[in-house]
């Protein structure tokens, strides 16, 4: 694939750093990968953002963009109009997306919340962007109680929509998962319709650029470039 949509069911579910995780066994796989983020919600101008992040963990060989920039955090669209700027539309990120695959063998475009998050006014989304690009999408859930829901009407809003997923992560394993997360493992492939690819650890944003790169294969599965199995 040249291009891969990056996808959750909500927010604040570890959607930064699963790309961060495939893109640091891509660059390991000696590919060469870019970074797209849309719209960055909640950051004010210089500071740290999700792309950041990702080439801290990943790799500073890697390209990182960002199309805009909001103060609030709040849907891509409603940041926009409050901040009185122009919202980006899904067809400029998809015009991006090609771009940068004309320069790299791999670009992931990490969306922000979940897949049905409106970008503009006029009801544009990420469901869009990877139409545009005809890109398959991962997505990124929860462990616990409540995501088998999520990750079904995901599932089913992709499959509404003609897209591929490219397979379910969990963004972040608890140390010590109760039993709702254990039993989640076995039911999420069916909730979502689509096989679980990787388990990433709680805290693993939190380790060193070296020891994330280190641990990143051992957290995807196959499909990702990584070791990880059930």
């Known amino acids: 694939m040249t291009v891969l949509v990056v996808s ?8 930064t750093v699963v790309t961060a995780a495939v893109a640091a066994l891509a660059r390991a796989a000696g590919r060469t990968v870019a970074v797209l983020k849309p719209a960055q919600t909640g950051v004010a101008p ?8 990702v080439l801290r963990l990943a790799g500073d060989d890697i390209t990182g963009a960002e199309l805009a920039r909001f103060p609030e955090p709040l849907a891509p669209n409603t940041a926009a109009r409050r901040a009185g700027m122009a919202a980006v539309r899904p067809e400029e990120v998809a015009e ?11 670009v992931l475009v990490e969306g922000a919340g ?8 006029e009801g544009g989304t990420l469901a869009d962007v990877a139409r545009l690009l005809a890109a398959p999408v991962l997505v990124v859930t929860p462990a616990g109680l409540g995501t088998l829901n999520m990750a079904a009407l995901t599932g089913e809003a992709l499959r509404a929509r003609g897209l591929q997923c490219a397979g379910v992560v969990v963004g972040s394993w608890p140390a010590e998962p109760d039993l709702a997360s254990r039993c989640n493992l076995a039911d999420l492939p069916e909730s ?20 994330f790169r280190a641990a990143a294969p051992g957290w995807l599965g196959p499909e990702l470039g990584g070791g990880w199995s059930l």
């Not at 979502?192 to 020891?211: C, I, M, N, R, T």
Request: no cysteine.
């Open 114 to 121: 979940g897949l049905l998050v409106r970008l503009d006014d």
């Open 96 to 106: 991006a997306a090609e771009k940068l695959a004309t320069e790299h063998d791999l």
């Open 8 to 15: 959750g069911t909500g927010t604040e579910i570890g959607k």
């Open 46 to 53: 210089g500071e740290h953002g999700d792309v950041a992040e």
């Open 192 to 211: 979502s319709g689509s096989p679980l690819v990787g388990l990433v650890p709680e805290g693993a944003g939190q380790l060193s650029g070296a020891d």
